[in-house]
Structure formats: C-alpha cells, structure tokens
C-alpha cells in the first residue's frame, strides 16, 4: 500500500536505534576484509626480477566502494584500507616501516580526496 509523504511528516519519524558509528566500523571492517584479499592478489602479480605489483587492483575496489557511497565513507574505507594494506604487505616480504609508508602512499589515491 502506497503511503502519503505528509502522514510521515504528521507522525514524526523514529530515532534509528543503532549508532551511525557502528555502521562506520562495519564497513571499515567489510572493505578491509575485501581489500586485504584483493591486496594479496595484486602481491601475486608482482613480477619476479624486480618484485613491483604490475597493477594493484585493491586500490580499484576502494575507490569503487567511495563512488558508490560517496564522501561520507571517505573516514571507514580509508581506515580499512589503510589497515589492510600493512597487515598484507607484513605477510609479503615488507618491513614495518616499509608496509607503514605503503599504506599512506596507497591512500593517497586521488578518489579518497572527493570533493564533497
């Protein structure tokens, strides 16, 4: 049954009861989840001699995830993909130091800073 805007607006509207900041965490959590393992796929890419990523894909799904959502996700999916990145380069061959500069290099990516 089709429902008449102005009821909505006479009977007020009721307070979500979940907290805007867990929603936050969940999708930090869900992007970093996806994003550790598409990390580990860009790792498997990397050429042998020189041992660089040819592509990293992962930064395609994070910059998907901001389009699709837009600039109000730009705080969860930086943090998930910032702590997705050092946990994935940590199980590669990177140091702490090296995963660290990594991880701010990656979110640096031009789609994280959106103009609102």
Request: charged letters at 15%; proline letters at 8%; a neutral charge.
């Amino acid at each position: 049954m089709l429902r008449n805007p102005s009821e909505d607006d006479q009977r007020g509207t009721h307070a979500d009861p979940m907290p805007p900041w867990i929603g936050a965490i969940g999708l930090a959590f869900a992007v970093g989840i996806a994003y550790f393992f598409v990390a580990k796929l860009g790792l498997a890419l990397r050429t042998q001699p020189d041992g660089v990523a040819v592509f990293w894909p992962a930064v395609g799904l994070s910059s998907g995830v901001l389009i699709a959502l837009g600039p109000s996700a730009r705080l969860p999916v930086v943090g998930g993909t910032m702590v997705a990145t050092i946990i994935a380069t940590l199980t590669g061959d990177q140091s702490v130091w090296g995963a660290t500069v990594f991880a701010l290099c990656d979110t640096r990516n031009p789609a994280y800073r959106m103009v609102d």
